[in-house]
């Protein structure tokens, strides 16, 4: 009778104990946090950097990949304009992407990237302005709210606007866009430009995107298209963007004009003291060569 009661106080407490156990985890699960699948935008460490955004070594934020649910490609592929690759082409035919125009007609695409103002932009509006030629003007977050010694940015955006020329998307941060898999991630990388470029009174952001350096995938093609952006490439360019670093003028213009060729789209940065320098010289051959400058709006 003794070791009976005994066997059912034992069960009742091994009873109990689980009760408690369960109830235990019930809570603690009750109360755990969810996993969320997203892009996570954390900030560097380093927030002294003032790498010039054309240099993209380090910048201010890093994307955290995240799966991509599309099913679309998420491999980056580096553009370059001395070579077509037909994958690479049918992928820009696909998403409304244009890296020449008319290549039956003499024509140019003139377009400037401006990651930073480097004192420049003026002499070249000045130029564009005395040769009466549209242009192209691809601006990062940073140029249009930063300042140079002292003088800010919006009113060259201001001047660009008035005197005829296309201001285009280059990203907020100038990173590589297919690292940003979630879209609205991506999504902000030209809506905080766009924003920045409306809110400017006088002036709008038209819808081409030119992707930093280059790169592309399939999957921020068609994040850029879904957006509503023509995503913006080159047939024409050479090694510009460091002002530390710039080319013989008079090189620089024989290696312009020698791979001119009918449709293309130029890509100049605006940092570049040599691409102040030739402008003017370059315009006026290229004009007596039988080309006529078109805007982007223009394109095929």
């Given at each position: 009778m003794l070791l009976k009661k005994l066997f059912l106080c034992f069960s009742l407490a091994l009873v109990l104990s689980g009760c408690a156990s369960n109830s235990s985890l019930n809570l603690n699960t009750d109360k755990a946090p969810k996993k969320i699948n997203q892009t996570i935008i954390e900030p560097s460490q380093d927030t002294s950097d003032k790498q010039p955004l054309d240099n993209p070594a380090k910048l201010p934020l890093k994307p955290v990949e995240v799966p991509n649910i599309l099913g679309l490609q998420t491999k980056k592929i580096g553009w370059s304009w001395k070579y077509l690759l037909k994958s690479n082409a049918d992928l820009l035919s696909k998403y409304q992407g244009?890296?020449?125009?008319?290549?039956?007609?003499?024509e140019i695409y003139l377009t400037f990237d401006e990651g930073y103002e480097n004192g420049f932009t003026a002499s070249i509006l000045d130029t564009l302005k005395a040769n009466n030629v549209q242009a192209a003007f691809f601006v990062t977050g940073p140029f249009v709210t930063g300042t140079?010694?002292?003088?800010?940015?919006?009113?060259?955006v201001k001047r660009m606007s008035?005197?005829?020329h296309l201001i285009a998307n280059h990203s907020v941060h100038h990173k590589s866009m297919p690292s940003f898999i979630d879209e609205n991630a991506f999504n902000a990388e030209l809506?905080?430009?766009?924003?920045a470029v409306d809110s400017i009174k006088g002036t709008k952001m038209s819808k081409f995107f030119r992707p930093p350096m280059g790169e592309f995938s399939e999957l921020s093609l068609?994040?850029?298209?879904?957006?509503?952006?023509?995503?913006?490439?080159?047939?024409?360019?050479?090694?510009?963007?460091?002002?530390?670093?710039q080319p013989?003028?008079?090189?620089?213009?024989?290696?312009?004009?020698?791979?001119?060729?009918?449709?293309?789209?130029?890509?100049?940065?605006?940092?570049?003291?040599t691409n102040a320098l030739i402008l003017d010289d370059l315009i006026k051959e290229w004009k007596l060569q039988g080309y006529k400058f078109k805007s982007l709006n223009e394109l095929p």
């Amino acid at each position: 009778m003794l070791l009976k009661k005994l066997f059912l106080c034992f069960s009742l407490a091994l009873v109990l104990s689980g009760c408690a156990s369960n109830s235990s985890l019930n809570l603690n699960t009750d109360k755990a946090p969810k996993k969320i699948n997203q892009t996570i935008i954390e900030p560097s460490q380093d927030t002294s950097d003032k790498q010039p955004l054309d240099n993209p070594a380090k910048l201010p934020l890093k994307p955290v990949e995240v799966p991509n649910i599309l099913g679309l490609q998420t491999k980056k592929i580096g553009w370059s304009w001395k070579y077509l690759l037909k994958s690479n082409a049918d992928l820009l035919s696909k998403y409304q992407g244009y890296a020449f125009g008319d290549i039956t007609s003499k024509e140019i695409y003139l377009t400037f990237d401006e990651g930073y103002e480097n004192g420049f932009t003026a002499s070249i509006l000045d130029t564009l302005k005395a040769n009466n030629v549209q242009a192209a003007f691809f601006v990062t977050g940073p140029f249009v709210t930063g300042t140079f010694n002292g003088v800010n940015n919006i009113d060259l955006v201001k001047r660009m606007s008035s005197e005829g020329h296309l201001i285009a998307n280059h990203s907020v941060h100038h990173k590589s866009m297919p690292s940003f898999i979630d879209e609205n991630a991506f999504n902000a990388e030209l809506t905080g430009v766009q924003s920045a470029v409306d809110s400017i009174k006088g002036t709008k952001m038209s819808k081409f995107f030119r992707p930093p350096m280059g790169e592309f995938s399939e999957l921020s093609l068609y994040y850029t298209q879904k957006l509503g952006y023509k995503s913006i490439f080159f047939s024409l360019a050479y090694n510009d963007w460091d002002p530390k670093n710039q080319p013989d003028p008079l090189m620089a213009k024989q290696t312009l004009l020698k791979e001119t060729k009918p449709g293309m789209i130029c890509l100049l940065h605006a940092v570049s003291k040599t691409n102040a320098l030739i402008l003017d010289d370059l315009i006026k051959e290229w004009k007596l060569q039988g080309y006529k400058f078109k805007s982007l709006n223009e394109l095929p």
